[in-house]
């Protein structure tokens, strides 16, 4: 018998990258299940940026978020609370200059 791998247990896989702090785990596998031809859903994608979020990779996170949109993956507030929470992640007080990454966003 052999195990077929749906968008369920992509998503454990992604979650399981995030708590791990891996976000390059989370976002490989999220690759790899558009290699398979299954649709990445918006907890996936949510759960990638929310790695992202965890590992301060602002940039990252933000990419993803545009690609959601062109994927037609559609946007809730758990996807722009993820991004916010990694762009105020980004940031410290003693730099101006840092505050870069807000207006990437907005």
């Known amino acids: ?10 998503g454990a896989m992604i979650h399981a990258g995030t708590k791990a702090r891996a976000w390059n785990m989370a976002l490989g ?15 996936s994608c949510n759960s990638a940026v929310a790695s992202c979020a965890k590992m301060r990779a602002w940039s990252i996170a933000t990419l993803l978020l ?12 758990s996807s722009f609370s993820s991004i916010i929470a990694t762009i105020d992640g980004s940031r410290t007080r003693t730099s101006a200059s840092e505050a870069g990454p807000w207006f990437t966003v907005l």
């Open 1 to 10: 018998a052999q195990l077929e791998v749906d968008g369920e247990i992509f």
């Open 29 to 43: 596998h999220l690759v790899e299940m558009t290699q398979v031809k299954l649709v990445p859903y918006v907890v």
């Open 66 to 77: 545009g690609t959601m949109g062109k994927c037609r993956v559609p946007l809730n507030a």
